[in-house]
């Protein structure tokens, strides 16, 4: 196992989040070597629900962002319940939870309960828009977001009624941001200093993260006071820099710098429209968009993508062709970079997603579990807590903890 892969080794998180902001960290954490605990109500994650794909009656997306946990299902609405969670609350580093803002504390599993027994613990919180703030009780999942942090007004075309990114952006990006946050907090804790010692609550939104994923826009915005445009493939602030039709399908350039203008241009047939006083310069090009992205598209519509690419790479222009995920997975550099990863999971069979790109690109490695059913690992999980064997047979008679095999 390679350093990255055990990063974390002797971590331990309890993982209370569902569906996919709060998983994704977990996960991540978990790829790093981190003991994870996903800690399920008997209903299991209402992730688990999203679909289709299915695979073996399994959620395609839901085991997307669970791979390296164990399940435990523990009754929270039973005190004995919540007694199981303190006690494993003491042996554990992080707490990972997304229910909206208020929900731990009457659980009587909060920050301030567990933090003043339990000083040591980082504990995350994932929500819509965050633990405080006129927005606290609004509810909130990523296609909202997506559309009141202003996201959805930047995606298609002009005319286009609205769209959202088709992938759960919010989400993701606030589960890679929390696990930034929550690795940070580790160092600090774990470092000399006057914060020795100590965790803290790590306040995660999927708004904020919306917004600082718009980052390079939103300041635009704020420079100029002007509302952007939507503008389909194109960047707003450089050109060409967008995707051309061809002969048979599509081609992303970017050739904005004023070199490789010139060469783009050389490339494409038309030399003399490099100087053209309309499209002199990226600024000018930008102003004037629709009529270079006409005189382009001209050019372009003769060859295939095939063509156009092996040229303009002899001519060190950056371009390459819109692939759908047939033609991704084919990609030589995707073989090369080991950025698929496969496990065999016990009722789903063999299941394949994106691996970890932290580390070396031997992402494989970096998988020890396969997303897990759900209670599949509630007695393992337990025993490793210290809870004794009669103890546990107790907890499953009252079914406070179920155990479920898939069989």
Not at 20 to 49: N, Q, Y
Not at 209 to 222: C, K, P
Not at 259 to 266: E, G, L, N, P, S
Request: contains cysteine.
């Amino acid at each position: 196992m390679s350093s990255i892969n055990a990063a974390l080794e002797g971590i331990r998180v309890l993982d209370f989040s569902m569906v996919g902001a709060g998983p994704a960290c977990g996960m991540l954490l978990g790829d790093m070597g981190a003991a994870v605990i996903k800690i399920e109500s008997p209903a299991g994650d209402v992730g688990r629900k999203l679909g289709p794909p299915w695979q073996g009656g399994e959620s395609v997306v839901s085991m997307s962002f669970n791979r390296n946990k164990r399940s435990l299902v523990v009754d929270l609405k039973q005190a004995a319940g919540v007694e199981i969670v303190l006690r494993m609350a003491a042996q554990a580093d992080v707490v990972l939870e997304s229910f909206r803002p208020g929900v731990m504390e009457k659980l009587g599993l909060g920050y301030t309960t567990l933090a003043a027994r339990f000083p040591r613990l980082v504990y995350c919180s994932v929500s819509a828009y965050g633990q405080s703030g006129p927005w606290r009780d609004k509810p909130g999942v990523d296609g909202i977001v997506q559309a009141v942090s202003g996201l959805m007004s930047q995606v298609g075309t002009p005319g286009a009624p609205p769209m959202k990114v088709q992938i759960p952006a919010a989400d993701v990006v606030t589960g890679f941001l929390a696990t930034t946050a929550v690795l940070a907090a580790l160092r600090v804790r774990d470092q000399p200093g006057s914060l020795q010692g100590c965790g803290q609550h790590l306040d995660m939104s999927l708004y904020n993260s919306a917004l600082m994923l718009q980052q390079s826009a939103i300041a635009s915005y704020l420079s100029s006071g002007e509302v952007p445009p939507k503008s389909g493939s194109a960047a707003p602030y450089s050109a060409p820099n967008e995707a051309y039709p061809t002969k048979d399908g599509w081609i992303m350039v970017a050739a904005y710098h004023d070199d490789r203008w010139k060469a783009f241009c050389k490339v494409i047939g038309d030399p003399a429209m490099s100087v053209m006083p309309e499209f002199a310069s990226s600024p000018l090009r930008v102003a004037n968009r629709d009529a270079l992205t006409r005189a382009v598209s001209l050019r372009l519509a003769g060859k295939t993508s095939a063509e156009w690419q092996v040229l303009l790479e002899a001519a060190d222009i950056i371009c390459g062709p819109i692939a759908e995920y047939d033609a991704v997975m084919a990609q030589p550099q995707l073989a090369h970079n080991g950025a698929i990863v496969e496990m065999e999971h016990p009722r789903a069979g063999t299941v394949r997603m994106p691996g970890s790109a932290i580390g070396d690109r031997d992402a494989q490695a970096r998988v020890r579990l396969p997303p897990p059913m759900v209670g599949e690992h509630s007695r393992e999980v337990l025993a490793d807590f210290g809870f004794a064997k009669s103890e546990i047979e107790t907890l499953l008679a009252a079914r406070t903890v179920i155990q479920n095999r898939g069989d």
